[in-house]
Protein backbone atom coordinates (compact mmCIF):
# COMPACT_ATOMS: atom_id res chain seq x y z
CA UNK A 1 0.00 0.00 0.00
CA UNK A 2 3.02 2.12 0.71
CA UNK A 3 4.46 1.67 -2.82
CA UNK A 4 1.12 2.92 -4.62
CA UNK A 5 0.86 5.86 -2.11
CA UNK A 6 3.52 6.95 -3.66
CA UNK A 7 3.66 5.97 -7.21
CA UNK A 8 0.45 8.24 -6.90
CA UNK A 9 2.27 10.60 -5.25
CA UNK A 10 4.89 10.35 -8.23
CA UNK A 11 2.11 10.16 -10.90
CA UNK A 12 0.57 13.17 -9.27
CA UNK A 13 3.39 15.42 -8.61
CA UNK A 14 3.80 14.59 -12.74
CA UNK A 15 0.95 15.66 -13.75
CA UNK A 16 1.51 19.13 -11.82
CA UNK A 17 4.65 20.03 -13.27
CA UNK A 18 3.34 18.83 -17.11
CA UNK A 19 0.47 21.03 -16.57
CA UNK A 20 2.67 23.94 -14.86
CA UNK A 21 2.19 27.40 -16.81
CA UNK A 22 4.27 27.22 -19.93
CA UNK A 23 7.52 29.74 -19.97
CA UNK A 24 8.32 30.80 -23.40
CA UNK A 25 12.30 30.33 -24.29
CA UNK A 26 13.23 34.34 -24.60
CA UNK A 27 14.55 34.69 -28.31
CA UNK A 28 15.29 38.62 -28.52
CA UNK A 29 18.24 40.46 -26.78
CA UNK A 30 18.87 43.98 -26.49
CA UNK A 31 22.62 45.62 -24.96
CA UNK A 32 23.04 49.43 -24.78
CA UNK A 33 26.09 51.15 -23.34
CA UNK A 34 25.60 54.89 -22.58
CA UNK A 35 26.87 58.27 -21.19
CA UNK A 36 25.49 60.65 -19.42
CA UNK A 37 26.43 64.10 -19.75
CA UNK A 38 28.43 65.66 -16.63
CA UNK A 39 26.10 68.51 -16.22
CA UNK A 40 23.02 65.86 -15.67
CA UNK A 41 25.57 63.70 -12.89
CA UNK A 42 24.85 63.73 -9.28
CA UNK A 43 21.98 63.19 -6.72
CA UNK A 44 20.72 66.72 -7.24
CA UNK A 45 19.32 66.19 -10.40
CA UNK A 46 15.54 66.82 -9.82
CA UNK A 47 13.33 63.34 -11.18
CA UNK A 48 11.92 63.76 -14.39
CA UNK A 49 7.81 64.16 -14.30
CA UNK A 50 7.31 63.98 -17.53
CA UNK A 51 8.73 62.38 -20.68
CA UNK A 52 8.31 62.74 -24.05
CA UNK A 53 9.23 59.37 -26.37
CA UNK A 54 9.31 59.41 -30.02
CA UNK A 55 10.90 57.74 -32.55
CA UNK A 56 10.01 59.65 -35.76
CA UNK A 57 12.41 58.45 -38.09
CA UNK A 58 10.68 54.89 -38.28
CA UNK A 59 7.92 53.01 -39.82
CA UNK A 60 4.39 53.48 -38.87
CA UNK A 61 4.03 50.57 -37.12
CA UNK A 62 8.28 50.06 -35.73
CA UNK A 63 7.15 53.55 -34.37
CA UNK A 64 3.94 52.94 -32.84
CA UNK A 65 5.81 49.74 -30.76
CA UNK A 66 8.86 51.56 -29.90
CA UNK A 67 6.91 54.46 -28.46
CA UNK A 68 3.96 52.39 -26.69
CA UNK A 69 6.82 50.54 -24.89
CA UNK A 70 8.92 53.41 -23.83
CA UNK A 71 6.19 55.06 -22.55
CA UNK A 72 5.03 51.83 -20.59
CA UNK A 73 8.46 51.37 -19.03
CA UNK A 74 8.62 54.98 -18.23
CA UNK A 75 5.11 54.50 -16.31
CA UNK A 76 6.26 51.61 -14.03
CA UNK A 77 9.27 54.06 -13.09
CA UNK A 78 6.47 56.50 -12.37
CA UNK A 79 7.05 59.15 -15.21
CA UNK A 80 4.22 60.23 -17.11
CA UNK A 81 4.86 59.76 -20.73
CA UNK A 82 3.69 62.03 -24.21
CA UNK A 83 3.70 59.62 -26.91
CA UNK A 84 5.38 61.65 -29.85
CA UNK A 85 2.89 60.34 -32.24
CA UNK A 86 0.63 62.62 -31.10
CA UNK A 87 2.78 65.83 -31.03
CA UNK A 88 4.43 65.17 -34.37
CA UNK A 89 2.00 62.60 -36.38
CA UNK A 90 4.11 60.92 -39.13
CA UNK A 91 1.69 62.97 -41.75
CA UNK A 92 3.94 66.12 -40.74
CA UNK A 93 7.10 64.57 -41.23
CA UNK A 94 9.74 64.51 -39.26
CA UNK A 95 10.66 66.97 -36.79
CA UNK A 96 14.00 68.72 -36.12
CA UNK A 97 16.06 68.97 -32.80
CA UNK A 98 14.80 73.16 -32.60
CA UNK A 99 11.40 71.98 -33.22
CA UNK A 100 11.49 68.97 -30.32
CA UNK A 101 12.72 71.92 -27.80
CA UNK A 102 10.05 74.10 -28.64
CA UNK A 103 7.49 71.93 -27.52
CA UNK A 104 8.83 70.84 -24.32
CA UNK A 105 9.10 74.25 -23.23
CA UNK A 106 5.66 74.79 -24.57
CA UNK A 107 3.87 71.79 -22.87
CA UNK A 108 5.89 71.90 -19.60
CA UNK A 109 7.86 68.45 -20.13
CA UNK A 110 11.35 67.57 -18.79
CA UNK A 111 13.01 65.76 -21.19
CA UNK A 112 12.32 64.44 -24.84
CA UNK A 113 13.52 60.49 -25.39
CA UNK A 114 14.19 60.14 -28.87
CA UNK A 115 15.05 56.81 -30.24
CA UNK A 116 16.10 55.99 -34.02
CA UNK A 117 18.07 53.12 -35.51
CA UNK A 118 21.35 53.22 -37.39
CA UNK A 119 21.96 49.91 -38.88
CA UNK A 120 19.95 46.75 -39.98
CA UNK A 121 21.10 43.87 -41.01
CA UNK A 122 20.09 40.00 -41.64
CA UNK A 123 22.70 36.97 -40.04
CA UNK A 124 21.87 34.02 -41.96
CA UNK A 125 22.95 30.73 -39.89
CA UNK A 126 23.12 27.68 -41.83
CA UNK A 127 22.89 23.65 -39.65
CA UNK A 128 22.27 20.39 -40.31
CA UNK A 129 18.94 18.63 -38.74
CA UNK A 130 17.25 15.01 -39.50
CA UNK A 131 14.01 14.76 -41.60
CA UNK A 132 12.54 11.75 -41.32
CA UNK A 133 11.71 9.84 -44.63
CA UNK A 134 10.34 7.16 -45.57
CA UNK A 135 10.83 4.59 -48.05
CA UNK A 136 9.99 1.11 -49.52
CA UNK A 137 12.03 -2.09 -50.04
CA UNK A 138 11.81 -5.66 -50.93
CA UNK A 139 12.79 -8.38 -48.27
CA UNK A 140 12.51 -12.08 -48.58
CA UNK A 141 10.60 -12.88 -45.65
CA UNK A 142 8.56 -16.06 -45.19
CA UNK A 143 9.23 -18.03 -48.22
CA UNK A 144 8.58 -15.15 -49.74
CA UNK A 145 9.17 -11.53 -50.88
CA UNK A 146 7.61 -8.90 -49.27
CA UNK A 147 7.40 -4.95 -50.04
CA UNK A 148 8.21 -3.74 -46.44
CA UNK A 149 8.46 0.22 -45.86
CA UNK A 150 10.98 1.15 -44.12
CA UNK A 151 11.18 4.75 -42.03
CA UNK A 152 14.82 6.47 -41.42
CA UNK A 153 16.17 9.63 -41.00
CA UNK A 154 18.64 11.87 -43.65
CA UNK A 155 20.76 14.74 -42.84
CA UNK A 156 19.85 17.65 -44.35
CA UNK A 157 21.17 21.32 -44.11
CA UNK A 158 19.02 24.22 -43.33
CA UNK A 159 19.41 28.00 -43.55
CA UNK A 160 17.84 30.61 -40.86
CA UNK A 161 17.84 34.36 -41.70
CA UNK A 162 17.68 36.14 -38.09
CA UNK A 163 17.36 40.40 -37.78
CA UNK A 164 20.12 42.51 -36.05
CA UNK A 165 19.56 46.24 -35.67
CA UNK A 166 21.63 49.01 -34.06
CA UNK A 167 20.15 51.61 -32.25
CA UNK A 168 20.90 55.07 -30.81
CA UNK A 169 18.44 56.74 -27.86
CA UNK A 170 19.30 60.70 -26.62
CA UNK A 171 17.75 62.44 -24.01
CA UNK A 172 17.17 66.36 -24.56
CA UNK A 173 16.10 68.97 -22.72
CA UNK A 174 14.07 71.70 -23.55
CA UNK A 175 16.96 73.57 -24.01
CA UNK A 176 17.71 71.52 -27.18
CA UNK A 177 21.17 69.62 -25.03
CA UNK A 178 21.72 66.33 -24.90
CA UNK A 179 21.78 64.91 -21.09
CA UNK A 180 22.37 61.51 -21.85
CA UNK A 181 22.92 58.85 -24.99
CA UNK A 182 22.85 55.42 -25.19
CA UNK A 183 24.04 53.15 -28.37
CA UNK A 184 23.39 49.35 -28.47
CA UNK A 185 21.74 46.79 -30.74
CA UNK A 186 19.34 44.05 -30.47
CA UNK A 187 19.60 40.30 -31.88
CA UNK A 188 17.15 37.68 -32.51
CA UNK A 189 17.42 33.75 -32.06
CA UNK A 190 14.46 33.28 -33.87
CA UNK A 191 13.19 33.71 -37.46
CA UNK A 192 9.46 34.38 -36.34
CA UNK A 193 10.45 37.49 -34.76
CA UNK A 194 10.59 40.74 -37.19
CA UNK A 195 12.57 44.24 -37.00
CA UNK A 196 9.35 45.74 -35.11
CA UNK A 197 9.48 43.44 -32.70
CA UNK A 198 13.16 43.51 -32.09
CA UNK A 199 12.60 47.49 -31.91
CA UNK A 200 9.98 47.04 -28.86
CA UNK A 201 12.15 45.19 -26.97
CA UNK A 202 15.39 47.47 -27.61
CA UNK A 203 13.43 50.28 -26.81
CA UNK A 204 12.40 48.28 -23.11
CA UNK A 205 15.93 48.12 -22.58
CA UNK A 206 16.85 51.49 -23.21
CA UNK A 207 14.72 52.61 -20.20
CA UNK A 208 16.56 49.87 -18.09
CA UNK A 209 19.47 51.49 -19.18
CA UNK A 210 18.20 54.85 -17.86
CA UNK A 211 17.28 53.18 -14.74
CA UNK A 212 20.91 52.07 -14.45
CA UNK A 213 22.54 55.17 -14.89
CA UNK A 214 20.13 57.07 -12.28
CA UNK A 215 18.42 59.06 -14.85
CA UNK A 216 14.97 57.90 -14.16
CA UNK A 217 14.06 55.90 -10.73
CA UNK A 218 13.77 52.27 -10.76
CA UNK A 219 10.11 50.92 -10.42
CA UNK A 220 9.07 50.00 -7.41
CA UNK A 221 8.63 46.83 -6.19
CA UNK A 222 5.16 44.42 -6.25
CA UNK A 223 3.43 44.58 -2.99
CA UNK A 224 4.24 41.71 -0.36
CA UNK A 225 7.86 41.68 -2.05
CA UNK A 226 10.48 41.39 0.82
CA UNK A 227 11.24 44.80 2.55
CA UNK A 228 7.97 46.41 1.93
CA UNK A 229 4.80 47.19 4.18
CA UNK A 230 1.22 46.79 3.26
CA UNK A 231 -0.67 49.95 3.43
CA UNK A 232 -3.61 49.84 5.98
CA UNK A 233 -6.70 52.04 6.25
CA UNK A 234 -7.34 53.10 9.46
CA UNK A 235 -11.04 52.75 10.17
CA UNK A 236 -12.70 53.91 13.61
CA UNK A 237 -13.49 51.10 15.97
CA UNK A 238 -17.11 50.17 16.53
CA UNK A 239 -19.28 51.26 19.46
CA UNK A 240 -19.13 49.13 22.50
CA UNK A 241 -21.90 47.53 23.26
CA UNK A 242 -24.63 48.83 25.29
Known sequence: MK?????????????????GPHVP?????????????????????????????????????????????????LRVCGIEPVLGMDVFPPTRGVPNETEVADELRARGLDYAL??????????????THNVPVTTTDWFFVGGRWREV???????????????????????MTPAATKAWRA???????????????LAATAATAVVEQMQ????????PPPPGAPGTTTATTNRPLPPPPQ
Open 212 to 219: RDGIVPPP
Open 149 to 171: EVRTTVPQQYNVRLPERNYVAEL
Open 183 to 197: EGAARSTSFQNSFTD
Open 3 to 19: NSVRVAGAVALGLLVAC
Open 114 to 127: VFEPTEESVQTRTG
Open 25 to 73: PQTMFARFSSYVDPAYRGTTRPVPRAVLVAAPKMSIESRRAVETAMAGA
